[in-house]
Structure formats: structure tokens, C-alpha cells
């Protein structure tokens, strides 16, 4: 129990630290965690990559769920997070430190090939146009024909970023959780299809 608390306090010194690169002052919620598992399907995924795992909530509820035979690589650039994710005890985890615009050379640095699903916490709200656009094309390049990706967020401009790239999202919300977050998704076999 002290470990989640230890992670609480973490997460709130380094979102006052890091504003741009935090996207929200708390960790998700299970419910948040419960939506995001479903929108990705991460039961079903053979590889998955989450972009910005922050503390580790959100990784240690897609273990729960993912196949004994996958892999999960959380992609993290603050090192205070990083070692707390590295803490997790999981041979399908590989925790990187490394920012999100490599995530291709950093997929291939560990022989790994397309993921089923991309996740995504990283503030796309906070960063430039530039930035944001160069992280999702690399995440649309990278996945898998019938890959996914999912961001969660509660500002709604990473929809307006990945438009031109990934088409239109499906988004829900969920309530409950501090703040209340939208979770967008997209299919890569979809875009294929409208295009």
C-alpha cells in the first residue's frame, strides 16, 4: 500500500516539476484504466507500446490483462518515472527512457516489430504542432495493418493532430476520474479503408 501512496506523491511532484510533460496532476483512475484496456484490446494483443506510463498504473493494469506470450514496451522520458516502472517485476515489461518521437528506432532496438496497439497518455495538448504531428505519424507508421491506437486525454487536440494521418476518431469519456478524460481511438485497417 505505501508504494501506491509513494507513486501518488511522485506523480504530483513531477506533474508541479514537468507541466508539459504530465497530463494531469493525478494518476488514472481503474475505471479510466478498465476503459482504456477495452478501447486498445490488449487482451488480444500481441505487442503493445504505451507512450508516457507515468507512474505505472495504467502498465500494471494492461499486465493484468495481457497474454503470457506478449510483450508490453512503456516508452518513458522522465527518469523518475522510468525507474519506477523499470520496478516492475514482469518479463513481458521492457521499460525504455527515451521519448516518444523515437518510438520506431526504440521498437527496433529491442527487436520488436508492428504493434497491435499503441497507448497513450503524453499530453499532446501541451506540446508544439510540430511535435505532436511527428509523434503520431511515427505511431501510424509503426502499427501493425489492424493495429490500434489509443490516447487518453483530457484536452481534445491530439483528434485535430491525428485527422490528416489517422482520420477520425472514435471517443468516449469517461467521468470517473480526476479529470474526466476522453479516450480516442483509431484503426489503422479502418483508414486503410477510407483511403
Given at each position: 500500500?505505501?508504494?501506491?501512496?509513494?507513486?501518488?506523491?511522485?506523480?504530483?511532484?513531477?506533474?508541479?516539476?514537468?507541466?508539459?510533460?504530465?497530463?494531469?496532476?493525478?494518476?488514472?483512475?481503474?475505471?479510466?484504466?478498465?476503459?482504456?484496456?477495452?478501447?486498445?484490446?490488449?487482451?488480444?494483443?500481441?505487442?503493445?507500446?504505451?507512450?508516457?506510463?507515468?507512474?505505472g498504473?495504467?502498465?500494471?493494469?494492461?499486465?493484468?490483462?495481457?497474454?503470457?506470450?506478449?510483450?508490453?514496451?512503456s516508452?518513458e522520458?522522465?527518469?523518475?518515472?522510468?525507474?519506477?516502472?523499470?520496478?516492475?517485476?514482469?518479463?513481458?515489461?521492457?521499460?525504455h527512457?527515451?521519448?516518444?518521437?523515437?518510438?520506431?528506432?526504440?521498437?527496433?532496438?529491442?527487436?520488436?516489430?508492428?504493434?497491435?496497439?499503441?497507448?497513450?497518455?503524453?499530453?499532446?495538448?501541451t506540446?508544439?504542432?510540430?511535435?505532436?504531428?511527428?509523434?503520431?505519424?511515427?505511431?501510424?507508421?509503426?502499427?501493425?495493418?489492424?493495429?490500434?491506437?489509443?490516447?487518453?486525454?483530457?484536452?481534445?487536440?491530439?483528434?485535430?493532430?491525428?485527422?490528416?494521418?489517422?482520420?477520425?476518431?472514435?471517443?468516449?469519456?469517461?467521468?470517473?476520474?480526476?479529470?474526466?478524460?476522453?479516450?480516442?481511438?483509431?484503426d489503422?485497417?479502418?483508414?486503410?479503408?477510407?483511403?
Open positions: 500500500m505505501p508504494k501506491r501512496a509513494n507513486g501518488h506523491l511522485l506523480f504530483l511532484q513531477q506533474f508541479l516539476r514537468h507541466p508539459q510533460q504530465i497530463g494531469s496532476i493525478i494518476q488514472s483512475s481503474a475505471f479510466l484504466e478498465r476503459r482504456v484496456i477495452t478501447a486498445a484490446d490488449i487482451a488480444s494483443a500481441d505487442l503493445v507500446i504505451e507512450l508516457g506510463p507515468g507512474t498504473g495504467m502498465t500494471r493494469a494492461m499486465l493484468e490483462v495481457l497474454r503470457p506470450d506478449a510483450r508490453l514496451l516508452i522520458i522522465n527518469p523518475h518515472f522510468h525507474e519506477q516502472v523499470s520496478a516492475i517485476d514482469d518479463a513481458r515489461l521492457i521499460a527512457l527515451g521519448s516518444a518521437t523515437d518510438i520506431g528506432a526504440i521498437a527496433a532496438s529491442h527487436g520488436l516489430g508492428a504493434p497491435h496497439a499503441v497507448v497513450s497518455g503524453i499530453p499532446f495538448s506540446m508544439s504542432r510540430t511535435l505532436g504531428t511527428q509523434i503520431i505519424a511515427e505511431v501510424a507508421g509503426l502499427l501493425a495493418d489492424s493495429g490500434r491506437f489509443v490516447a487518453y486525454q483530457f484536452n481534445p487536440r491530439v483528434a485535430s493532430l491525428a485527422r490528416p494521418i489517422l482520420g477520425v476518431p472514435e471517443v468516449g469519456t469517461e467521468l470517473v476520474n480526476i479529470p474526466p478524460m476522453r479516450v480516442f481511438r483509431w489503422k485497417s479502418a483508414r486503410h479503408q477510407v483511403a
